[in-house]
């Protein structure tokens, strides 16, 4: 998986993640599949600030404001304090990690 466009396929065309991405791939391929439980699972194992990014978000997708406010701390992140925009971060997030920002 090498562009966000990949990745996006993906979620739109397979029904598992495809064997050998990333841990944070994975967790926002499962984000994007809306497989919420698989995709903090995930992210929980990710010890890294990426990860805690990863994590914030999903928190913030269920509506929980104040746990995510802790995981973007732990990601060196401003909190992001609303119920919007998530594919937006979704997009930020991938961008980050496959290194095209």
Not at 36 to 41: E, L
Not at 50 to 69: F, K, P, Q, V, Y
Not at 82 to 101: C, D, M, Y
């Amino acid at each position: 998986m090498k562009t966000i466009t990949e990745l996006e396929a993906s979620v739109e065309s397979d029904e598992e993640p495809p064997d050998g991405i990333s841990p944070e791939l994975k967790a926002l391929w499962l984000t994007r599949k809306n497989r919420w439980n698989p995709a903090h699972n995930v992210a929980q194992e990710i010890c890294t600030s990426t990860g805690s990014w990863i994590h914030a978000l999903l928190h913030r997708m269920e509506g929980d404001l104040g746990n995510a406010a802790y995981w973007y701390s732990r990601a060196g992140r401003p909190a992001i304090r609303n119920k919007e925009g998530f594919n937006k971060e979704w997009r930020e997030i991938a961008t980050h990690i496959l290194g095209q920002g």
